[in-house]
Structure formats: structure tokens, C-alpha cells
């Protein structure tokens, strides 16, 4: 059993956190401000506890439904792009780049493992700032961040797709209501966006962050900007656009790796791919459900200068 602190495990902890549920269907705890599906808290808390970071070490962080698949494909190939083959072609990005949480609680179908110092240590989280360890977090660590948001009623759109797909289909104002209460698996997407965004503001040199609308309207300036930041400089115009073309939504979405392959056991890889438009919300939600989110983003984001 993983021990978190030297009194209790990290189970014997989650035992006693407040409990809701999420989508009618998962249970979810409340850690430390953010709700968690039980399953990931414990990967989480471990990797808090006892993961060292290394100087040359990617993370990249998202709250989800912000782009993730997207932004592991483009920075797996801005690192990888004079390997001789394009993993990508054959590889579901969730693979070639994992999120830690899931890692670490279901390690067999990963090639690798998240503390192996000889691995490509360019990982993922869904995990919030204050959560993560502090090896990365520290003023000596050179470990750069990238984070990707989204504006939060398409996140609610996609998220909506996605879930339904997998659980119980529940309406959408339901939907709605739960996403701005924070009931979700990785807490409130407003407080988790706050927490990158007042960190990146303090320290851009140790995270950028980046938005989905943007890397839509310029990637050429925004997947150059990344590469940098990184410490993967791109020489030319030419590379810049091998890249945008490997990780287009259509390309990848019609690989046969992600059009009939899965992500572990449980989940299909075509889950991942949908529309990938800027405004699709606009296709569902009333302007009742569209004003409820504005509020929370008036309220939570512009506040603090994000404008989303
Ligand atoms: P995750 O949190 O489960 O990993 P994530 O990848 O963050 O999901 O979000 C999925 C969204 O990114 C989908 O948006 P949609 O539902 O509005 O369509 C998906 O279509 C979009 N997406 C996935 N891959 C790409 C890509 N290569 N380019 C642009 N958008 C993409």
C-alpha cells in the first residue's frame, strides 16, 4: 500500500475526502481544492511525493478537453522530428506521450517508465499546479511547463461527446450545471486554468501558455514558439510545416491507429478526434447555458486578466 505521509497511505487518505459524483456515473473525491476520480488520485499523490525532476524534462499540462492529444502530437514531433521514422503514423499520441496519472496507475501497455532517468522524459499531466511535486515546481529546476487552454464552452461541448460516449449520456444542461460547479474528474477547469496562467505570468520562462485558438489561427508562430521554449529550436519554414501536416486532426484522425485502435482497454482512440473547431458551441448551447459559463469566466478568469 503507497504511504503519502508517515502516518497513513495514500488510500487510507482518499478514504475520508469529501465524495461526489461525476457524469451520474464515477464517484469523485475532493483533494486539497480539486475533485478526482479515486483511481488517478492515488498516481497523483505518489508522483507529488516522490517524483524527481530532471533539468531536460517536459511537462506538459492541461485540464482536459483543452487539446491535449494536440499539443502531445506537436511537441512529441517537434522532439522527434529527425527521427527516421514518424511515430505518430503508427502510434496514438496518448501512447508516445503519457499522462503521468494514468501511467503510473496501469504501467503494462507504456514502453517506458515515468522515473527511468534513460527514458524521454516528455510527460503529461492533468494534474493541477499546486499539485504537482516540487522538484518540478522549485526555483532551481529548469523543468519547463507547456500549457495548453481552451475556451471553456467548447471544452464543455467536447467534453460533453466524449463523456456521453462513455458513460451514461446525460443532458446537456445537466452538463452545463455540473461543469461550472467543478464536479469533474481533475476539479473546476476555472481554477485549474487560474492556477497555470497567475504561474506562467510569474514565470514565463518556466511556463508557457498557450491557447487553443491561437495554435488554430497561427501555428506556424505558435508551434515555433513552443519548439523554442522547449529548447527544440525549428530551422525552417519547411519544418514547421511537416509538423503542422503530421499532427493535423485530419491526418491523424484517419490513421488507422487511431481510427480503429485503443487506448488501453477501455477506451477507443477515435474518442480522442472529433471536430477540433474554434465555436462549436454554438451548434448546442442556449444563450442561457452560454451566459452561465461567461459569468464563470467574467468572474474567475477575466478578473485575473485571461481572456479565454
Ligand atoms: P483529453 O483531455 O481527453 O486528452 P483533448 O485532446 O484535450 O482530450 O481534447 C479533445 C479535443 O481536441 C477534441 O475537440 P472537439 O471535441 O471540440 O472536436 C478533438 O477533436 C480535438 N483534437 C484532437 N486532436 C486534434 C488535432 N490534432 N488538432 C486539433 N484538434 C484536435
Redo the contacts with the bound molecule.
Keep these: 500500500m503507497a504511504k503519502y505521509s508517515n502516518e497513513k497511505s495514500c488510500s487510507e487518505i482518499i478514504e475520508e475526502l469529501p465524495k461526489a459524483r461525476f457524469w451520474d456515473t464515477a464517484d469523485i473525491v475532493r483533494w486539497e481544492g480539486f475533485w478526482y476520480i479515486p483511481n488517478f488520485l492515488e498516481p497523483a499523490m505518489s508522483f507529488r511525493s516522490s517524483f524527481t525532476a530532471r533539468n531536460d524534462d517536459v511537462l506538459l499540462a ?1 485540464s ?7 499539443i502531445k ?1 506537436l511537441a512529441y514531433s517537434c522532439i522527434h522530428l529527425h527521427d527516421d521514422e514518424d511515430a505518430l503514423a503508427g502510434n496514438n499520441p496518448h501512447f508516445l506521450v503519457p499522462t503521468v496519472e494514468i501511467v503510473l496507475y496501469n504501467i503494462k501497455p507504456f514502453e517506458f517508465d515515468i522515473y527511468d532517468a534513460s527514458a524521454p522524459r516528455l510527460i503529461h499531466t492533468h494534474i493541477p499546479y499546486s499539485h504537482l511535486p516540487d522538484s518540478i515546481k522549485s526555483s532551481s529546476s529548469s523543468t519547463k511547463i507547456v500549457y495548453i487552454a481552451r475556451n471553456p464552452k ?1 471544452i464543455l ?2 467534453m460533453w ?2 463523456f456521453n460516449s462513455m458513460f451514461k449520456p446525460i443532458p446537456i444542461d445537466k452538463a452545463v450545471d455540473s461543469f461550472c460547479s467543478g464536479f469533474c474528474n481533475y476539479g473546476s477547469f476555472f481554477d485549474h486554468v487560474a492556477e497555470y496562467w497567475i504561474e506562467s505570468r510569474k514565470r514565463p520562462e518556466k511556463i508557457l501558455f498557450m491557447k487553443y485558438e491561437k495554435l488554430k489561427n497561427s501555428p506556424k508562430v505558435e508551434i515555433s514558439k513552443m519548439a523554442e521554449f522547449m529548447g527544440k529550436p525549428l530551422g525552417s519554414e519547411d519544418e514547421v510545416e511537416k509538423i503542422i501536416w503530421r ?3 485530419e491526418r ?1 484522425k484517419n490513421l488507422e491507429v487511431n481510427k480503429n485502435g485503443r487506448f488501453l482497454t477501455s477506451m477507443s482512440n477515435d474518442n ?6 474554434v465555436g ?1 458551441w454554438k451548434n448546442y448551447l442556449t444563450p442561457d447555458m452560454a451566459e452561465k459559463i461567461d459569468k464563470m469566466s467574467r468572474d474567475k478568469l477575466e478578473t485575473i486578466g485571461l481572456f479565454l
Excluded at 480522442?272 to 473547431?277: H, I, L, Q, S
Design positions: 492541461s482536459i478537453k483543452t487539446g491535449t492529444t494536440w502530437a467548447d461541448i467536447s461527446h466524449f499532427c493535423s486532426l491523424l480522442f478526434f472529433r471536430k477540433g473547431e462549436d
